[in-house]
């Protein structure tokens, strides 16, 4: 039951709201009819979807792609630096851009496809600069979080309910991420030593989660943290 007046969510026994002070409306009182928004039997007519944006947006996205391979290639016989502008204006459009030429994204399928951009872009750098780190540090990073995200995202669009127990699960696993991400940078490089900088963020990670969890299971607390902060 929510406040008629503020939307702030009340207990069944309440009868008045406690931010406003409006009562708690009853269905039994008689609400006045208001005036329909238009005439009785007629009904708005839907405009039609325009791409125009999207299309113009392409466009101005692909000339600077032209213009740094063009001054690129009339100073080098080959693709040097511009390899990087290009492929980072690539990985913006396919996480930004892309999804708006679709009416209904669907975000489960698009969150997976802009991790696996990312990924892309990394080995393309890997293999231009011989660095030899894409296997051991940057793909189960990237492969990792994107894993983490593309599940939270699904959860929360597919499964009714269950929220906190969702991000909870989630905090506690991007925890989990910090510890292999500083192990994996000892292991890939070998100037980088353990130093332990991962269980800070590991710590306060695994306290939040462990506190979404607690709110998900317990009712009186989660309903006491709703009415004071108003969520």
């Known amino acids: 039951m929510y406040c008629v007046q503020c939307g702030v969510k009340l207990v069944d026994t309440e009868a008045q709201c406690p931010l406003c002070q409006t009562q708690v409306y009853h269905p039994a009182i008689r609400r006045e009819e208001s005036e329909p928004l238009y005439p009785i039997g007629k009904f708005p007519i839907a405009n039609k979807r325009s791409l125009w944006p999207q299309a ?11 213009i740094v391979l063009l001054c690129d290639l009339q100073f080098s016989p080959r693709v040097t630096w ?11 459009y396919v996480i930004a851009l892309l999804p708006t030429w679709f009416k209904k994204p669907n975000s489960v399928i698009f969150t997976p496809c802009g991790f696996a951009a990312v990924g892309l872009y990394l080995l393309y750098i890997n293999v231009v600069t011989d660095g030899g780190w894409f ?17 939270v ?47 800070y963020p590991l710590t306060v990670l695994v306290l939040l989660g462990g506190f979404l969890l607690f709110l998900g299971i317990c009712r009186p607390a989660r309903e006491t943290m709703q009415r004071k902060f108003f969520i």
């Open 56 to 66: 113009l947006t392409t466009v101005a996205l692909v000339l600077p792609m032209l």
């Open 82 to 92: 511009s390899g990087y502008v290009i492929g980072a204006l690539l990985v913006g």
């Open 135 to 151: 296997l051991t540090f940057a793909f189960p990073v990237v492969g990792g979080l994107g894993l983490i995200v593309t599940t």
């Open 153 to 199: 995202v699904t959860l929360l669009r597919y499964v009714r309910g269950g929220k906190l127990y969702i991000l909870g699960s989630a905090s506690i696993a991007l925890g989990g991420l910090s510890l292999l991400i500083e192990f994996l940078l000892t292991v890939t490089f070998p100037t980088i030593t353990f130093v332990g900088w991962s269980l």
